[in-house]
């Protein structure tokens, strides 16, 4: 299928930051697919398979994490950029990269590093996506980072719209290599953005029914949630109900999938270039209205039945603890990182504090439950819930 005016194409890319010669481009794959295979190589990609996606450290192997979580968004993401002839490798890139910036523990985790460097310019993890991709995670002899493309790094500094007042992480890598914060980011990025939304609106109940969390009644309370189910039950009248139950989680992002391909389109009509996408002043691609209102209601259902469930909230407060006790360690004796980070560590603020969180939010749930145990005794018990 030809690439949309709209699309990113890989030819016409804006470079990266460290320009690589002829010799070291391996293989017959465009900047993008390039992209997307050193996102799947890294360490940092590979730690999200111990990241808490909405249960912390699931004992469960049937819970989602931040890994599946992402492969699932690529997934969603692909079949929308098809659809609309965007370059469907930049978009799986940037689906795959959302999420590594994430500490362990999820929101737990990205609140107690806040806090701990509120006085050196606080921390969020959508910047620190591009801080682990732009100098972090570095396996190049040439360069700091993964040296990724110009359009998938400000895809993924903008997937949720123009940034206005960076914090001092984005704002250090955009004045090294600019990002044009202040536009709407390509068409690519926003479907990731989209693409996440669906994945996690829908899946997330997955696990929450699954865990005990969520109970269908109370869902059916959502009226987009009822109607689907009503269908469900209409086409498969005697399926078992773990089956149902499915078919409802697949009916509903087909359903979202759709909304997203026609409301895209019609915002989209008449454009020509990337350039009307960027000067738009909105997002060209989204929900119909109608279903944003919806997804929206079902978020707030989410939060206050899932996310903020009393057991959620009280396994967030031990990876709180968790992460304080490390935060608080490793200020007190920063050898105990180990030498690689400890000989690194920067001797004055905010650099000294802002290394200190760069190893503690590299971290798995796992990793980050043994170090604390290994420094103060044993672990906080209930770290799990599931």
């Known amino acids: 299928m030809p690439l949309s005016p709209l699309a990113c194409d890989p030819a016409q890319s804006r470079g990266r930051e460290f320009p690589i010669e002829g010799a070291l481009a391996r293989g017959p794959r465009s900047p993008y697919q390039r ?3 050193r996102i799947i190589h890294s360490i940092a990609f590979r730690r999200l398979r111990s990241k808490t996606q909405v249960f912390i450290a699931p004992d469960g192997d049937h819970y989602r994490v931040r890994l599946t979580h992402s492969l ?8 929308i950029a098809r659809q609309l002839g965007l370059d469907e490798d930049l978009t799986e890139a940037l689906c795959l990269a959302h999420d590594i910036g994430h500490p362990p523990f999820g929101h737990s985790g990205e609140d107690a590093l806040a806090d701990a460097l509120a006085g050196q310019g606080g921390w969020d993890h959508n910047a ?3 801080r682990v991709l732009m100098r972090l995670e570095s396996p190049y002899c040439e360069h700091d980072g993964l040296n990724l493309t110009w359009e998938t790094l400000e895809g993924l500094a903008k997937h949720n719209g123009p940034v206005t007042q960076p914090a001092w992480a984005l704002a250090e890598l955009d004045a090294a290599y600019a990002l044009n914060l202040d536009e709407w980011s390509c068409m690519e990025a926003q479907v990731a953005a989209l693409a996440d939304d669906i994945a996690y609106d829908n899946h997330d109940i997955d696990d929450g029914l699954r865990a005990g969390f969520l109970e269908l009644d109370d869902l059916l309370t959502q009226p987009f949630v009822a109607d689907q189910w009503r269908a469900v039950e209409r086409r498969f009248p ?3 109900r773990d089956r149902q139950l499915r078919e409802l989680v697949r009916s509903q992002i087909g359903i979202m999938v759709n909304d997203v391909i026609a409301e895209t389109r019609d915002r989209t009509h008449g454009m020509v270039s990337i350039a009307d996408v960027r000067a738009a002043g909105r997002a060209s691609a989204a929900f119909s209205p109608s279903l944003a209102e919806a997804e929206r209601s079902l978020k707030r259902f989410m939060y206050d039945r ?3 469930h009393p057991e959620q909230l009280a396994t967030a407060a031990k990876a709180r603890e968790v992460t304080d006790g490390l935060v608080a360690a490793y200020r007190a004796d920063p050898g ?8 690194a560590l920067p001797e004055q603020e905010p650099a000294r504090s802002r290394h200190i969180a760069d190893f503690i939010a590299g971290m798995t749930d796992r990793f980050a439950i043994a170090q604390f145990a290994a420094l103060y005794g044993s672990a906080p018990n209930g770290l799990s819930n599931v």
């Open 306 to 308: 899932l996310y903020y």
């Open 72 to 79: 699932e968004v690529a997934q969603i993401g692909r079949v």
């Open 128 to 130: 620190h996506t591009l």
């Open 336 to 343: 105990r990182m180990g030498p690689g980070w400890s000989d």
């Open 238 to 240: 005697g399926a078992p």
């Open 35 to 37: 992209d997307r295979d």
